[in-house]
């Protein structure tokens, strides 16, 4: 059982599960000092997301934003997300390989093998994520409310931003930190293209509302 474990075309998802292991050790390593490797990664997270993603989401949103949301980056803790991901990501590695060898006496390629279970967790992660979150504190990573980004100018990441198809723009807080939002323009005669500067003028439930920015 050992040599299937350790075997070489496992090694990427044994990995994955002892970095599951070492986290859970430096959390409880932290708890006893009085430092939660939890607060910490979410404080130091240099990305924001101000969108909210249910599961029935229509992600042909532009951008990696609708995809982060999806993936309930949003949502949870980052020290859960990422032991959510990697264990979901080895335990599916180790069982496809089992599997082919097992039934098939075959294994596929390492690279396709990887690609595969990667795919599959990253489902596996959408669908625990958003139950779990549902179950866990609203996570508030940003050093400011997302709400208090009005009057901030954001650039145009990918996309045109028109009215009812928004685009996903960027913004860097006083704080220095980076946060990715959906904007539409406030008029319907307007839209904002790629690397276009836009104002932040009002929230609504998943994206911002903007007008063009005059230097």
């Known amino acids: ?30 708890m ?5 490797m939890m607060n910490l990664l979410d404080h130091i997270s240099p990305i924001d997301l101000d969108i909210d993603i249910d ?22 803790p980052l020290l859960i997300w990422l032991v959510l991901i990697l264990t979901s990501f080895g335990i599916i590695g180790y069982t496809l390989n089992y599997m082919l060898l097992n039934s098939f006496a075959i294994s596929f390629p390492e690279l396709l093998t990887y690609a595969l279970a990667l795919l599959l967790s990253l489902y596996v992660t959408h669908h625990i994520g958003v139950p ?15 709400n208090s980004f009005n009057g901030l100018v954001a650039t145009i990441t ?11 723009a960027s913004l860097t807080d ?5 946060h990715y939002v959906l904007v539409t323009p406030d008029s319907d005669n307007e839209e904002f293209t790629q690397g276009q500067q836009v104002v ?5 439930a998943t994206f911002w509302l903007a007008v063009k920015f005059n230097q």
């Open 55 to 76: 599961s029935d989401a229509d992600l042909t949103v532009g951008g990696i934003t609708p995809l982060l949301g999806w993936l309930c980056l949003n949502r949870l």
């Open 200 to 204: 932040l003028v009002e929230k609504k």
């Open 132 to 146: 779990l979150s549902r179950l866990l504190p609203k996570n508030e990573s940003s050093a400011i409310s997302n």
């Open 32 to 36: 006893l000092i009085g430092l939660s």
């Open 1 to 30: 059982m050992m040599e299937f474990l350790l075997a070489d075309i496992n090694i990427g998802f044994a990995i994955a599960l002892c970095s599951v292991l070492a986290l859970a050790m430096l959390e409880g390593v932290g």
């Open 158 to 168: 990918i996309g045109t931003a028109k009215q009812g198809s928004p685009a996903e």
């Open 174 to 178: 006083s704080y220095k930190q980076k």
